[in-house]
Structure formats: structure tokens, C-alpha cells
């Protein structure tokens, strides 16, 4: 069974960084491109960044490029999304996701998500 | 990259169907789109892949309830005999040019 688990979350200043996890298990973790989708609260899904199987390919939303990287250790099956100068509007549950075939790219597990709190 | 337009709201009654709309913008009427749902205070969950041609592959342990099809730029989700645990928010996804994409999103009411 394909599982996501995301950490990391938390209540973060303006301006501060924050690093989230996110643990998979129950698949071969480096066949499969993982992607972070964040939402704001009342608001829809938004796409943050994505990294290919190998990790040698990474994808970032403009509207946070420049301020998160994303990247995965295959040795550990954890998927990472490091956030700098955070803004209130960063404030969101970010979710973890898995592309649903190998190579298919849109997105067919999602974790439970980690609440994110950008607040003085 | 796509824009993908959905209507923010329907409603149907309970044990009736419902179908859900999500548009590709110029340029993009071939992409595959995914379905996702998503249950009041619960993470997404996938639903479909529907291809240009109408072809969809489910999710796993997705009901025969959830449909799918596509006319040109759109590709619907049908929901047949509704069921009160469908009342949810509905995504659809795409991606191009190394961009995912969301839709708005349709909240979707069961009377």
C-alpha cells in the first residue's frame, strides 16, 4: 500500500525557512517523480514543486522560485521542501504527492498533508 | 502553460447524476487531465485519468459510480446514483512544459 507521510510543519515567522519531510513507503520510491501541492486555507490546490525519480530534475512554481528547493534521498524514500523567506501568503496545508505511473506525471497518492502557519 | 476553468459550484439530489466540467485552454485540448476529489477537511483523492479521447482509468477502489469523458477541450466527470459522501470539492490537473496545473475547483452539493 502506498504511503506518504509528511513533517516538518509549523508555526514559522515572516521571513524565517522551514524544511518539510515527506516518508514514503509501500513502492519503489525512486521509479516515481513526487511533486509538493500546497493549499491556502479556503482555497484551492496549488502546485509547488516536482522532482523526477533520479532527483536530477527539479520543477518550481513560479511563485516560489527562488525561495524553496526541492529535492529526495533515495536511500531513505524522504521527499524534501525547503521554504526561505516565508511570507504570510506561504501560509497553507502542503500536501505530498506521488505521480500515479511511473512516467504519467499527473499526480495519483497524496499524503495527509502538513499545516504550514507563516505568522508573527 | 494551461489554464484549466472550472465552474465553482453544483448541486444535484441525492441518487440523481451530476456532470462536472473542467475546460483546457487554447492550445492545450489534447492534454490528459486527472480528477481529484476532495472530502470536507480530508487530503485530495484521485479519482481518473481522462485522455483527450474519452478513454479514463480509474484510481484504485474508485466506485463504477465515477465516470469520465471529453468533448474537444473539455473533460467531464459524471457521477451517477449520488451518494451524500460525494458532497465535496472536485480538482482536475494537468501538466506541460515542466508546469502542473490545478483547476479552480467545483464544489459540488448533494441535496
Known sequence: EVQLLESGGGLVQPGGSLRLSCAASGFTFSNYAMSWVRQAPGKGLEWVASVSGSGVSTYHADSVKGRVTTSRDNSKNTFYLEMSSLRAEDTAV??????????????????????????? | QPVLTQSSSASASLGSSVKLTCTLSSGHSSNIIAWHQQQPGKAPRYLMKVEGSGRFNKGSGIPDRFSASSSGADRHLTIFNLQSEDEADYYCETWDSDTWVFGGGTKLTVL
Open chain 1, 94 to 120: 502542503y500536501y505530498c504527492a506521488r505521480e500515479d505511473v511511473s512516467g504519467s506525471f499527473y499526480n495519483g497518492f497524496w499524503g495527509q498533508g502538513s499545516l504550514v502557519t507563516v505568522s508573527s
